[in-house]
């Protein structure tokens, strides 16, 4: 089995006094991609990792919660300019709005700004109201599934099933959490991603709690290289 950090990131930010939790400075971002580039790593898409049995040594997977406009003014050149892959995930709701699950201040990409993302952006599921699915009946979820794909549909998305939970929330406890899982069977998700914020081995072990590192803002370079090799460490 093969290591594999999965990094989660949310917004970008072109001022580097904003360069805290949930968002990243621009320039930090760039030397942290910068430095996969450097050091090898293979990116990959969640997708693609569907029909591989093995990877690489160095091996990584870079995603983005929330399609927030800052990640296309910011990330996706940046992508492109290394030629990194990356997934983000689309809170469906929001679609064309703003992240009104948190403050409102930040623009959600709209439909046609998601058609028209660089390839080396795939699309993922980030529920349609991001509400946390502890907290939601088995029913609930399915109908937040149903929008999800209604929107796809209507919209000519191309969007591989893959789930990052919102809030990393998804239950943990017996029988909510086979209950969850049959569902998450019954609308074809193949990957479901939680935090955790460890390393993953490869193949998943269990693809429905597939575990994110959080690289906050505030984080520094060392930081970022211990958290990609050991993922989050007691003494952060």
């Known amino acids: 089995m093969t290591r594999l950090p999965i990094l989660m990131y949310h917004n970008v930010s072109s001022k580097e006094e904003l360069s805290s939790g949930l968002t990243i400075a621009v320039q930090k971002l760039e030397n942290q991609f910068r430095y996969l580039v450097e050091n090898e790593f293979t990116s990959f898409h969640l997708s693609e990792l569907d029909n591989l049995t093995a990877i690489p040594q160095k091996s990584v997977v870079i995603t983005f919660d929330d399609v927030t406009v800052n990640q296309l003014d910011y990330a996706v050149p940046l992508l492109v300019k290394y030629n990194l892959k990356a997934t983000f995930f689309i809170p469906f709701s929001y679609i064309g709005k703003a992240d009104l699950w ?39 979820i399915n109908e937040d599934f149903e929008k999800c794909n209604q929107i796809i549909e209507q919209n000519g998305l191309k969007v591989y099933n893959a789930l990052a939970y919102p809030y990393g929330n998804y239950p943990k406890k017996e029988p909510k959490k086979t209950q969850f899982k049959s569902v998450l069977k019954h609308n074809n ?19 429905y709690e597939i575990m994110r590192i959080d690289v906050k803002g505030e984080d520094s370079m060392l930081k970022f290289k211990l958290k990609l090799r050991f993922g989050k460490l007691n003494l952060f």
């Open 102 to 140: 948190n403050e409102g201040k930040e623009p959600i990409m709209s439909l046609q700004q998601l058609r028209q993302l660089d390839s080396r952006v795939e699309l993922g599921f980030h529920s349609f109201d991001h509400k946390k699915y502890a907290e939601m009946s088995e029913s609930e």
């Open 189 to 207: 998700v193949k990957m479901g991603l939680r935090i955790g914020n460890k390393v993953n081995k490869f193949p998943f072990k269990n693809p």
